[in-house]
């Protein structure tokens, strides 16, 4: 089968690698209709981490089932199911509460697991025309009768919708409270959707594209372009000096080719002046990516000092992680379906898989219209 490979940095191709076949019996093998290129994506392919040559990316899928192993039991051949990025077994001590990103079994001694991952587990990505999921009956998520239908909002269910939904449920939101998102990347992006669904009296996304500030835009929230002055300063302005009840970091690392060369205790400093005192602040951006070329050590080690003083003095509270996507995203479906959520409003492209090599420049590059790429290996 056709599959996208890590050659290096910035170096991926699409080459012909072996079909994956049932392992165990709770395996099932999907045929991939729709996966998407994510941000975190970016970690690996710009050299940043430990995701070695030969490896396939892909952690936001969605397909049709083809082979089912033996003790599959809920999942059947021909049903349309979309994977959380999390690969869970559904009985460890974490799973059973819950916290599927933080899988026990899947890889153990670290915290969790998922496709196409550095230092996540062992499992192959789906940016290829078919891949295995372990423990599948936990693991598939299966689609309403409008999957086709509404395939492009339902892969959104694989990571971003949930985990811009996580980082607003970690800053301890409530409806009518006000809201500040850093970064209108997809995963910003779907924070604000978020926001906005569980009745936010004001949102904030702050980010330097003109692209995705409009996206934000038309989502209902207040664009912030940082490149007019600090973004904190300026929301500060906008909310009579006192800030807004809760804050969102989805920009993570911040010292890289798509980022500029600010330091990655940018955001959470500026999330500690613009969020009110006693408010509450969710990160999921992911900063433990290594930079052979960061400027120190810490931030090679994905350490970054920020306002800890101010954060105290504010009385501020703080939630971060992986988004346990299992843990939402029945809900998030229910949404989508009855009309509620459009997750793929933020979609600018849909290509072939051969086309991915070009996609991840242009995606890395952040050119202007990139917002959210996704594949579809059948066309
Ligand atoms: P992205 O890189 O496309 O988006 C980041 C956005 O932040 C960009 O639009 C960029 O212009 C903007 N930005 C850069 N510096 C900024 C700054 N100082 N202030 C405000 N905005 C700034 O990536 P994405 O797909 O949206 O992902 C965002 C982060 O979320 C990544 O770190 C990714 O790894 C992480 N992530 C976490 C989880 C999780 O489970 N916690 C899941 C998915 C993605
Ligand atoms: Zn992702």
């Not at 959707?193 to 330097?208: L, P």
């Not at 205790?265 to 999330?271: A, D, I, R, V």
């Amino acid at each position: 089968m056709k599959a996208v490979v890590y050659n290096g940095p910035k170096d991926v191709s699409v080459n012909t690698i072996d079909d994956p076949k049932i392992e165990k019996p709770t395996d099932v093998i999907i045929r991939l209709t729709t996966t998407n290129i994510c941000g975190s994506d970016l970690h690996m392919y710009e050299g940043r981490t430990s995701f070695e040559k030969g490896r396939v990316f892909g952690h936001e899928n969605l397909g049709e089932v083809i082979e089912v192993g033996a003790a599959v039991d809920r999942i059947k051949k021909g049903d349309r199911v979309c994977m959380p990025f999390n690969v869970g077994c559904g009985f460890c001590e974490n799973c059973e509460r819950g916290l599927t990103g933080f899988c026990l079994t899947t890889n153990p001694g670290t915290a969790g697991a998922a496709y196409g991952f550095a230092e996540m587990g062992p499992w192959q990505g789906g940016q290829a025309e078919m891949m295995r999921v372990p423990y599948a009956d936990f693991n598939c998520l299966k689609l309403p009768e409008d999957a086709e239908e509404k395939e492009d909002d339902y892969v959104m269910l694989s990571d971003i919708f949930p985990t811009g939904w996580h980082g607003v449920e970690l800053s301890g939101f409530l409806p009518g409270e006000s809201i500040a998102i850093y970064g209108a990347g997809p995963v910003g992006l779907m924070a604000a959707h978020s926001a906005e669904i569980r009745g936010a009296s004001q949102i904030f996304v702050v980010d330097s594209h003109d692209d995705r500030l409009k996206l934000a835009e038309a989502m209902g929230a207040i664009p912030i372009d940082m490149r007019k002055g600090d973004p904190a300063q300026q929301i500060l302005d906008a909310t009579g000096g006192l800030g807004t009840d809760r804050g969102v970091e989805a920009v993570g690392y911040q010292c890289c080719d798509r980022h500029g060369k600010e330091r990655s205790n940018y955001t959470m400093n500026c999330l500690v002046k613009s969020t009110k005192a006693t408010g509450g602040i969710g990160v999921v951006g992911v900063f433990i990516a290594e930079d052979p070329n960061a400027p120190d050590d810490l931030q090679k080690e994905g350490k970054i000092a920020f306002d800890f003083g101010n954060f105290w003095f504010k009385g501020q509270k703080i939630g971060t992680g992986q988004c346990n996507v299992k843990h939402y995203n029945r809900r998030l479906m229910n949404l989508i379906k009855h009309g509620r959520a459009n997750p793929a409003q933020i979609i600018s492209h849909r290509l072939p898989l051969d086309q991915a090599p070009d996609a991840y420049k242009h995606f890395d590059a952040r050119d202007d219209g990139w917002t959210k790429v996704v594949l579809k290996p059948g066309i």
